[in-house]
């Protein structure tokens, strides 16, 4: 594989429409729940990790960016947030399962939702980043909670990836299996509304072999369940010496190819942090990151970034009519999902993805 991806706007655009007319048929399923009686993803989700406070400043620049969720640490800034027509996502600490077994924080939670709850920018709680299988128990009673008190808003907790250790897990076996009982056991257990995972590929010298498997698993997973999924992607460097800031051709691929995977959201990581270069907001200003060893540019102009996610969110906006049936890539299938050796033929030149998951081809 190459260090970099460097493809043509054509190119690009003839992978993302194989992927994606060849991922969805006209949807025959079973019905939805009725709309206002549970959570709904509504318009697919473009947000980010690791913003600042929201600030009227703030929200204007996100909007800029082509974001509709963003992170809200307090009430008035979901204000702010509904000011511009932003959807926020709600950070507190009392939103741990220990609360449930504190009856004075149980009692602040509980007034907590009971404002917060009907405000019209509240979009979702936030939850716990990338737990271990010993934790769901526990983050099911809560998401559980959470849901009788409030069913209309998302309870939103993120995945590990598949280069994960068993220990992170907390499943055992090799990549494939480790993974698909931490994927099971969270649906199970957790039983969320909707499955977030981060994965990210672009090392400093080649890119990591399991970025398709991974969502591959969980698409899988995620049509299983009969929930959405969103995917984490890599927008900057946190290690130079290991990681690299991808290009505005690699960001682009990241988004299309989760929108054709299915996807009902994308979120940037990061969008700026304390030793995270390249984040997307020096990319959003034009500044350069002069404190990364790498090439010293930014990833992509505000303009790319509002196009990406916009179209991402524009694709995912037809998959509740849909239903997804193979996630498919046109004469070369990538190393991370396929078993498949030899040349394929006229007739296989649309070829299901195939991955250790099973005999081949994923439905």
Known sequence: MRNRIEYSDAAKLALSLCLFLASWVPWVGEAKAEPGSCWQVGTPIATYWAGPAITDAVARQM??????????????????????GLRGQLTSGLFTPASLDDPDRRQQLDALIARVSKHPALYSYHLIDEPSAAQFPALGKL????????????????????????????????????????????????????????????????DSDQYFLNLAMIRRAALQAGMPFLNIVQACTWAPDAMRIPNADELRYLVYTTAAYGAQGISYYV?????????????????????????????????????????????????????????????????????????????????????????????
Request: with cysteine; hydrophobic share 30%; charged share 20%.
């Open 63 to 84: 909007v800029e960016g082509g974001f509709n969720l963003v992170w809200c640490g307090s009430e008035a800034e979901l204000d702010v947030a509904h000011r511009h």
């Open 271 to 363: 969008y700026a942090h304390p030793n995270h270069h390249g984040s997307l907001v020096s990319a959003w200003t034009g500044r350069r990151d002069r404190s990364t060893t790498q090439s010293n540019r930014t990833i992509a102009s505000s303009s790319l970034s509002r196009r990406s996610s916009s179209r991402c969110v524009r694709s995912a906006r037809i998959t509740p009519r849909c239903a997804n049936v193979a996630a498919s890539h046109c004469h070369r299938m990538p190393s991370s999902a396929s078993i498949r050796r030899r040349r394929p033929s006229r007739r296989e030149a649309f070829c299901s993805v195939s991955s250790a998951l099973g005999r081949g081809r994923l439905t």
């Open 143 to 206: 998401v559980a909670y959470l849901r009788q008190r409030d069913p209309l808003h998302l309870a939103y907790i993120n995945l590990f990836p598949t280069y994960a250790n068993n220990q992170q897990l907390g499943t055992k076996g090799d990549t494939v299996t480790a993974y698909a009982e931490h994927l099971r056991l969270y649906v199970e257990q957790v039983k969320p509304s909707l499955i977030s995972y981060d994965h990210y590929q672009f090392r400093l010298k080649g």
